[in-house]
């Protein structure tokens, strides 16, 4: 799977969009973009995915550059609840070996 | 998460004890996967298993082994736990749905002291 390069931390103010970039120039043409995020102390959360095309649901927004060697979260709203870690993976998808491979994430913090 | 729970949540043990992480799950989910987190590490991934008796390590699973007797629970075992394996343990499950998996669930952590 391919590896992740994500800015160890990044603050926000409340209330304003919330921009995390990734790199992953070395992604492969079936590798999927997952967003995760780990509030302290907590189990991780799945935030959301995409392939190709730019995706949005009811937590972000996914948007995935063209030739897909970045990727950018974006949490449109971002409130107080919303400092956590946040985890960009890539990997293949389908298959026995579904393993997520973690790397150390981006440390957003919302500021009042 | 509902639909999987860790047990104990908490945990002190000594050096030289076995100790047994319990993952149950009521989703009826195909994978489930043990990861630890360390500060300055990030989750790792300790085994998976990727259906009943089919498991398989991780990058760090030294020290550890793993049993899948059920879907619905996944056992990691430490069989002469070290003050090294002093960790938040996390459980997480997931389901391929048409060649492919959705996101993972994860459980809410088993912190485990060994003194």
């Known amino acids: 799977d391919a590896k992740t390069t994500q800015p160890p931390s990044m603050d926000c103010a409340e209330g304003r969009a919330a921009n995390l970039p990734c790199n992953h120039s070395t992604i492969s043409g079936n590798e999927y973009v997952y967003w995760y995020r780990q509030i302290h102390s907590q189990g991780p959360q799945y935030i959301i995915h995409g392939l190709k095309n730019n995706e949005t649901n009811e937590m972000a927004s996914l948007i995935i550059t063209e030739d897909r060697k970045s990727s950018t979260l974006i949490l449109p709203h971002a409130t107080l609840r919303d400092t956590a870690v946040y985890y960009c993976i890539v990997r293949q998808d389908g298959g026995a070996t579904n393993k997520l491979i973690f790397g150390t994430g981006t440390l957003l913090a919302v500021q009042p | ?115």
């Not at chain 2, 319990?22 to 790792?44: K, S």
């Open chain 2, 1 to 115: 998460d509902a639909g999987i729970t860790q047990s104990p949540r908490h945990k002190v043990t000594e050096t030289g004890t076995p100790v047994t992480l319990r993952c149950h799950q009521t989703e009826n989910h195909r994978y489930m996967y043990w990861y630890r987190q360390d500060p300055g590490h990030g989750l790792r991934l300790i085994h998976y298993s990727y259906g009943v008796k089919d498991t398989d390590k991780g990058e760090v699973s030294d020290g550890y082994s793993v049993s899948r007797s059920k879907t619905e629970d996944f056992l990691l075992t430490l069989e002469s736990a070290t003050s090294s394996q002093t960790s938040v343990y996390f459980c997480a499950i997931s389901e391929p749905l048409g060649g492919l998996t959705h996101g993972y669930t994860f459980g809410s952590g088993t912190r485990l002291t060994v003194v």
